[in-house]
């Protein structure tokens, strides 16, 4: 009897080694990314976003993704492919709309896939801040994504993270101005009024003043040399026999 229970236990244990069968060692999620996930730039800068994928164990052989921005705020400059497929990837689609906002990217692995990928960067993207951009938050955002693994077949269950940008304010520098002021002072002509209001010029009066004076000053002095030299004089004295 114990012989018959030991045939039987080696007979499905031979069995159950011959059931092909796979392991998965997907524990997580697929991530996908757009890092930084938050910045603060300002009008006329320039910036590089790239896109972090997280293959959580599974082999990636290709992929597509599709962003949006906002056209009014940034300009895409150019799109650089990353590591994530290898260091020479085959890149079947790479597509800027600056007029719609939009970065269209597919790419594929040269070679085979073996699992699991490490996390890598899929793309680069590099913009710039335009000049009239106004003050805000703008999203930068994944609106299409597909990955495939090893066996080319769709990697399902994605999660996505976009970015968010602050624009700030640009900062005013205020220089003080100095102005120099001249200033044009007037010539003022001194007038003076006599006989009924009559207007008579200045320089018109000293010359009559000095006209009349002038003699009548020369007479005063005259006279008084005159009466000093009589007085000088000595008094005559007659004699009388």
Same mark, same amino acid.
């Given at each position: 009897?114990?012989?018959?229970?030991?045939?039987?236990?080696?007979?499905?244990?031979?069995?159950?080694?011959?059931?092909?069968?796979?392991?998965?060692? %997907?524990?997580?999620?697929?991530?996908?990314? @757009?890092?930084?996930?938050?910045?603060?730039?300002?009008?006329?800068?320039?910036?590089?976003?790239?896109?972090?994928?997280?293959?959580?164990?599974?082999?990636?052989?290709?992929?597509?993704?599709?962003?949006?921005?906002?056209?009014? +705020? *940034?300009?895409?400059?150019?799109?650089?492919?990353?590591?994530?497929?290898?260091?020479?990837?085959?890149?079947?689609?790479?597509?800027?709309? %600056?007029?719609?906002?939009?970065?269209?990217?597919?790419?594929?692995?040269?070679?085979?896939?073996?699992?699991?990928?490490?996390?890598?960067? *899929?793309?680069?993207?590099?913009?710039?801040?335009?000049?009239?951009?106004?003050?805000?938050?703008?999203? @930068?955002?994944?609106?299409? +994504?597909?990955?495939?693994?090893?066996?080319?077949?769709?990697?399902?269950?994605?999660?996505?993270? %976009?970015?968010?940008?602050?624009?700030?304010?640009?900062?005013?520098?205020?220089?003080?101005?100095?102005?120099?002021?001249?200033?044009?002072?007037?010539?003022?002509?001194?007038? +003076?009024?006599?006989?009924?209001?009559?207007?008579?010029?200045?320089?018109?009066?000293?010359?009559?003043?000095?006209?009349?004076?002038?003699?009548?000053?020369?007479?005063?002095?005259?006279?008084?040399? *005159?009466?000093?030299?009589?007085?000088?004089?000595?008094?005559?004295?007659?004699?009388?026999?």
């Amino acid at each position: 009897m114990k012989c018959n229970i030991l045939l039987v236990i080696l007979l499905v244990a031979s069995l159950v080694m011959r059931i092909p069968y796979t392991v998965s060692f %997907n524990s997580d999620e697929v991530k996908v990314s @757009i890092k930084p996930s938050y910045l603060e730039k300002r009008p006329q800068e320039e910036l590089e976003l790239y896109v972090e994928v997280d293959p959580a164990g599974y082999g990636i052989s290709s992929g597509e993704i599709l962003i949006k921005f906002n056209p009014t +705020i *940034f300009t895409v400059l150019e799109v650089v492919p990353g590591d994530l497929l290898g260091p020479s990837p085959l890149i079947a689609k790479q597509g800027i709309n %600056n007029t719609e906002g939009t970065v269209w990217y597919v790419a594929a692995r040269m070679g085979a896939t073996h699992p699991p990928t490490p996390i890598g960067t *899929f793309l680069r993207i590099h913009l710039k801040i335009k000049e009239d951009a106004e003050e805000g938050t703008y999203p @930068i955002e994944i609106l299409r +994504i597909g990955l495939a693994d090893e066996k080319i077949n769709d990697v399902y269950g994605i999660i996505r993270e %976009n970015s968010t940008l602050r624009i700030l304010r640009i900062a005013t520098v205020t220089t003080p101005t100095y102005t120099t002021a001249y200033y044009t002072y007037p010539v003022y002509t001194t007038v +003076i009024t006599v006989t009924r209001g009559a207007p008579i010029n200045l320089l018109l009066l000293l010359t009559i003043l000095t006209i009349v004076i002038i003699p009548i000053l020369i007479a005063i002095v005259v006279m008084v040399m *005159f009466r000093r030299r009589i007085r000088k004089r000595k008094p005559i004295v007659l004699k009388i026999e």
